[in-house]
C-alpha cells in the first residue's frame, strides 16, 4: 500500500527558517509527481506546487513561488517543503500527495504537518 | 486563474437522502475536475477525478457529472460516514490547480 509519512508538527518564530518532510513508501518514488497543499481555515485547500523526483521538475503556484521551495532526495524517497523566512500567515496545515500515475490526480495523502508560526 | 465557487455552502440531509453538489468554474475547465472529501482532522480524499471517474475503492454511491463550467457530485444515498466536506478542484491550468471552497453535507 503506498504511503506517504510527513513530518511531525512545527511551532517557529517569524523570521525562522523550516524545512518539513514527506517521505514515500511502497512505490517507485521517482516515477510520480508529488503535490504540497496548504490548509487554512480562512483560505481553505490552495496548491502550491509540485515535483517530479525522478528529474527533479518542479512547477509552483504563482502565489507561492518564491516564497518557498520544493525539492526532493531520492536516495531517501523525500520530498520537503522549506521556507527561508517564517511569516504569521505561513500557519496552516501542509499536505503533500502523490498523484495516481496520470500526473495530474492526487490520490495518496500524507497526514498533514500543522506548521505554527507565533511570536 | 480560475476560480470555482461550490453550492451550496452546507447542505442538511438525513442518511440514505440523495446529495447532489454542485461546482461552477469562471472559465472552462473541460472535463478536468475532480472531487474530495475530507473529515475533520484528515486528509482529503479522492474520489472522482476527470469529472466522472470514480478512484480506487470509491464506492459506486458516488457518481459525478458535467462538463465545461457545471459539474455535479451525487451521492445517491447517504451513509453515515458521508458527512463530511466536499470540495471540487480543477486541474485545467496544470500545475496551478485550483479547489472550490467546500460543501459541507451535514445531518440533518
Known amino acids: 500500500e503506498v504511503q506517504l509519512v510527513q513530518s511531525g508538527a512545527e511551532v517557529k518564530k517569524p523570521g525562522e527558517s523550516l524545512k518539513i518532510s514527506c517521505k514515500g513508501s511502497?512505490?517507485?518514488?521517482?516515477?510520480?509527481?508529488i503535490g504540497w497543499v496548504r490548509q487554512t481555515p480562512g483560505k481553505g485547500l490552495e496548491w502550491i506546487g509540485v515535483i517530479y523526483p525522478g528529474d527533479s521538475d518542479t512547477r509552483y503556484s504563482p502565489s507561492f513561488q518564491g516564497q518557498v521551495t520544493i525539492s526532493a532526495d531520492k536516495s531517501i524517497n523525500t520530498a520537503y517543503l522549506q521556507w527561508d523566512s517564517l511569516k504569521a500567515s505561513d500557519t496552516a496545515v501542509y499536505y503533500c500527495?502523490?498523484?495516481?500515475?496520470?500526473?495530474?490526480?492526487?490520490?495518496?495523502w500524507g497526514q498533514g504537518t500543522l506548521v505554527t508560526v507565533s511570536a | 486563474e480560475i476560480v470555482l465557487t461550490q453550492s451550496p455552502a452546507t447542505l442538511s440531509l438525513s442518511p440514505g437522502e440523495r446529495a447532489t453538489l454542485s461546482c461552477r468554474a469562471s472559465h472552462s475547465v473541460s472535463n478536468f475536475v475532480a472531487w474530495f472529501q475530507q473529515k475533520p482532522g484528515q486528509a482529503p480524499r479522492l474520489l472522482i477525478y476527470d469529472t466522472s471517474k470514480r478512484a480506487t475503492g470509491i464506492p459506486t454511491r458516488f457518481s459525478g457529472s458535467g462538463s465545461g463550467t457545471d459539474f455535479t457530485l451525487t451521492i445517491s444515498s447517504l451513509e453515515p460516514e458521508d458527512f463530511a466536506v466536499y470540495y471540487c478542484q480543477q486541474r485545467h491550468t496544470w500545475p496551478l490547480l485550483t479547489f472550490g471552497p467546500g460543501t459541507k453535507v451535514d445531518i440533518k
Open positions: 511502497e512505490y517507485r518514488f521517482t516515477s510520480f509527481w
Open positions: 500527495a502523490r498523484d495516481r500515475g496520470d500526473g495530474y490526480n492526487f490520490a495518496h
